[in-house]
Each structure stands twice: as structure tokens, then as C-alpha cells.
């Protein structure tokens, strides 16, 4: 009799709902419910990945490591390393998760998934140079691509190189318009390069865009400083008056208001945001 595998992630999770406390009889119950001769990457991949959107990452370990018994062709190597190396960040497990991506290029030396989840997780822990190699690798492959610009505009922005940071970041909104997240970090490489009146217009478009109150009050943070410097004090103080509207416990904006009084040589207004500037830092 044929058997059929069209469901075989909802019947390997059903013998793993069977066989709780035992994945490895989970397995064998799987094995002897459908049989997997010359199934077997299907059967254990798709399992691992029914796992993965369910966040069950132990389980999706579990059953790369019997893919791992398999004679495999490259294509599904990737797919499994792949997979693994999402698991283990979700695990927290970062190098772990950085020497199994690394080795999906023996196969693919341009893989793009593999070039860009390296690319988030040096992102995440900072360590921008080596981020910005594996997305440029990414970019290579697929320079449309939201993700790969915005995180080359953010690591850019990091090291300082605005020109490029603002290059990236503008490509990733030609790709997705409006988005919060680049916005913000195009309006400080603006910042950064002293430049004003586009700041201004950053922090006005994203104030235009339907936020919740914490990104509402980044945003005023964002327009203050950038009137701030360029010495527009009445419109800074506005700008940062709303933003402690929103949100009284962010310290930020009692900073930048000490500055501008202290440079507007009101020494007493300059104290007392000094003040509970230095209460809200000692609070938080």
C-alpha cells in the first residue's frame, strides 16, 4: 500500500505527542507509523521545521541530529545547518550558532540567508566590521533585499560612516516606505553630519506615522536635538516639552534641556533639569 507523507510534520508531531517524555521513541513510533525509506530528509526536516515555528527549538535539534545520519545531498545540508543555526540563536548559543551557518560555505560560498543571519547576529553583539563583510556578501546576491540595507545602514552608522549608513538606509526605504526603525537611524547619520533641515524632516515624517508613545517621544527627542544644534532653542525646548508629555521617565530629554538653558545662560533653569536629570539616571 502507498503511503502518503503529504502531512508528515503534523504525523511526526503527533508521535512526539504520543511519546512526550521519550523523543527518541517519538522517532522510532514515527519511523514504523510511515516508514521513511528514501523519505527520511523530508520527514525529519519538515518535523524540524513544523518545531521551529511552534518555538520548540530543543525538539528541532533533536531531530537535525538525526538528519545528520543521512547520507545528504548539499542542497539539503544547507537547508539543515541552516535551520540549526536559527535554532541554536534562539537557544542563545551565538558562537554555537555562528560555526553552523560558517559552514553551509563549503557548499554555497554566496548563500544568502547564510551570509545575512550572520549578518544579525554580528549586528546584535556589535562587532560591526564583521557584520557589514557578511552583508555586503548578502547585497551581492540580492541588493533589493529590506533587511541587508537597513542593517548596513545601522552597522555603518556605528563606524561612523555616515555617507554610507545614509546610502543604505535610503535604499532600504526606496524598498519598504515609512519604516519606523530606519527612519530613526537615518535621522541621526543626519545628526551626525550636521545636517539639519533633513533631520528635521526625518523626525517630522516619522511624527506623521501612526506610533506607540515610546517611539512618539524618541521621535520629539529626535526633533529637539536636531534644533538644538542647529541653535534653534525655542523649537528644541517644544520639541523635548512633548516628549517628556509622553513619556516623564525618559531621562534624555531633562539632559538636553540643562544644555540649551545653560547655553541660552539661564543658569538656574539649567540646574534644576540638571537635577532631575541626575534623580531620573539614579531612578532608572
Known sequence: MKKDYKNSA??????????????????????ELLGISGYGFSVFYNGAESFFLDGENEKVLEMLEKLEELELLS????????????????????????????TIFEWDSLNFEAHLALGEIYTDKG????????????KFVNSENFEVNKLLGRNYLKLGQYN???????????????DPEVLYSLGYAYLEKEDYTRLKNIAERILSLPLNSTKRADAYILLGLGEFYGEKYQEAISALKEALKIDSTNCDPYKILSDIYEKEGKSDSAR?????WKRCINKN
Open 272 to 276: 534644576i533639569f540638571s537635577q532631575i
Open 75 to 102: 542542497y539539503q545540508k544547507i537547508q539543515a545547518y541552516l535551520l540549526k543555526g536559527k535554532a541554536l540563536i534562539r537557544e542563545g548559543k551565538e558562537e554555537e550558532a555562528v560555526n553552523c551557518i560558517s
Open 10 to 31: 503534523e504525523y511526526l508531531k503527533k508521535a512526539f505527542d504520543i511519546n512526550k517524555d521519550s523523543t527518541e521513541e517519538g522517532i522510532k513510533y514515527y519511523e
Open 127 to 138: 562587532e560591526n566590521e564583521k557584520a557589514i563583510f557578511h552583508l555586503k556578501k548578502a
Open 164 to 178: 554610507l549608513s545614509i546610502d543604505a538606509l535610503e535604499k532600504a526605504l526606496s524598498i519598504r516606505e515609512d
